[in-house]
C-alpha cells in the first residue's frame, strides 16, 4: 500500500503508455510482502522537458529513474557520473540518485542480455554470433558480448555502413569482426557458422507479425536465436527456429533484467524475475483477450 513512506523508481519515455514495466515490477515489489514500500510509475516527457523531469525527480527524493527511447543518449549531460557500462556504451537507461546528491548513470541492457541468455542456458564465450541490425540495441550488446570473450561477432545490416562503424568498434576490444549487407546470400553464409543469431531489428514486432528478417530454411538447429522483440512474445523467427530444432530465447528476459538491475542499484533490493515474467504473461493474456 502506498504511504508516506513509499518509495519511488519511475521510468520516463516518449511515447510511455506501451510501457510493462510499472506493471511488472510492481507486482514484483508486492511479492516481497510487508517489507516492501516501492513502486514504480511510468512519466511521458518531451524532449524539451528532460532535464526539469530529472532534476525535479531528485529533488521529490525518487531513488532513481528508468530511461527508454528518445531520452538514453540525451540523460548522459545530465548525469554526475558515469558507470563504466555507461561509458562504454555511451547510452544510459538507468539514473541512479545517490544519497550523496550525485546523479550515476548506467547502462544495463547488455547486463540484462546476458542474464536472459543465461536463464536459458545459451553461452556466448567462445562463440560465434551474428546480429542483425544497425541500430543503438546492436551496438549496445555487440559492444556488451565484446567484453563476454566471444570468439567473432558478425554484423547484417540493410545499411552496411552503420554495421561497419560498430564491428570497427568491435575490434578495437580484441574481438575478431566483420560487417556485411542484410541479404539473403550472406545470411545463408553467416547461419551455416553461426552458434548464436541476434535479431534487434524490427522486423516481425506487432502489427507485421507475419514478418522474418530470416527465411526458416536458413536456421541451423545448432545455432540459437535470441530476438530481442517481445510483442509478439513468439515472432515468425522464434517460432521457426523453434519448429526447426534450435533453441529460441525471447525479448521479454532482457525487459526483466533491466527492472532486476535498477532494483538492485537504486533500492538495494532483489526481485523476482518469476514473478515479473508471470505478471507480463498476463498482460499479454489479457491484450489478445480485449482484442477478440
Known amino acids: 500500500m502506498i504511504s508516506a513512506h513509499t518509495q519511488t523508481l519511475a521510468i520516463l519515455g516518449d511515447p510511455i503508455e506501451h510501457s510493462l514495466t510499472p506493471r511488472i515490477q510492481n507486482?514484483?515489489?508486492?511479492?516481497?510482502?510487508?517489507?516492501?514500500?516501492?513502486?514504480?510509475?511510468?512519466?511521458?516527457?518531451?524532449?524539451?522537458?528532460?532535464?526539469?523531469?530529472?532534476?525535479?525527480?531528485?529533488?521529490?527524493?525518487?531513488?532513481?529513474?528508468?530511461?527508454?527511447?528518445?531520452?538514453?543518449?540525451?540523460?548522459?549531460?545530465?548525469?554526475?557520473?558515469?558507470?563504466?557500462?555507461?561509458?562504454?556504451?555511451?547510452?544510459?537507461?538507468?539514473?541512479?540518485?545517490?544519497?550523496?546528491?550525485?546523479?550515476v548513470g548506467h547502462s544495463s541492457d547488455g547486463w540484462a542480455m546476458l542474464q536472459s541468455l543465461r536463464e536459458e542456458n545459451v553461452e556466448v564465450t567462445g562463440r560465434n554470433i551474428t546480429i542483425l541490425g544497425g541500430g543503438g540495441a546492436a551496438r549496445s550488446l555487440a559492444l556488451t558480448l565484446a567484453g563476454a570473450n566471444v570468439k567473432s561477432l558478425t554484423i547484417l545490416n540493410r545499411t552496411i555502413e552503420?554495421?561497419?562503424?560498430?564491428?570497427?568498434?568491435?575490434?578495437?576490444?580484441?574481438?575478431?569482426?566483420?560487417?556485411?549487407?542484410?541479404?539473403r546470400e550472406t545470411l545463408a553464409q553467416v547461419c551455416e557458422n553461426a552458434d548464436l543469431l541476434i535479431n534487434t531489428t524490427s522486423v516481425g514486432m506487432t502489427p507485421d507479425v507475419a514478418a522474418t528478417p530470416v527465411s526458416q530454411h536458413l536456421l541451423n538447429p545448432n545455432c540459437a536465436v535470441y530476438d530481442i522483440v517481445y510483442n509478439p512474445l513468439e515472432t515468425r523467427l522464434l517460432r521457426e527456429a523453434r519448429a526447426s530444432g534450435a533453441r529460441g530465447v525471447d525479448g521479454?528476459?532482457?525487459?526483466?533484467?533491466?527492472?532486476v538491475y535498477a532494483a538492485r542499484v537504486c533500492a538495494n533490493r532483489e526481485i523476482s524475475a518469476q514473478v515479473m515474467r508471470a505478471e507480463a504473461m498476463r498482460a499479454f493474456g489479457e491484450r489478445i483477450k480485449n482484442k477478440g
Open 162 to 183: 552503420r554495421a561497419q562503424t560498430i564491428a570497427a568498434e568491435v575490434e578495437k576490444h580484441g574481438v575478431a569482426a566483420r560487417a556485411a549487407a542484410l541479404e
Open 27 to 103: 507486482a514484483a515489489w508486492r511479492a516481497l510482502g510487508e517489507d516492501s514500500h516501492f513502486v514504480n510509475v511510468a512519466f511521458r516527457v518531451s524532449p524539451s522537458q528532460l532535464a526539469t523531469a530529472v532534476f525535479g525527480a531528485r529533488a521529490l527524493g525518487f531513488l532513481g529513474l528508468m530511461v527508454t527511447i528518445p531520452h538514453k543518449e540525451a540523460v548522459l549531460s545530465l548525469c554526475d557520473e558515469l558507470h563504466s557500462s555507461a561509458q562504454l556504451l555511451g547510452a544510459a537507461n538507468l539514473l541512479h540518485f545517490r544519497d550523496d546528491g550525485k546523479i
Open 252 to 259: 521479454l528476459g532482457m525487459l526483466i533484467y533491466t527492472n
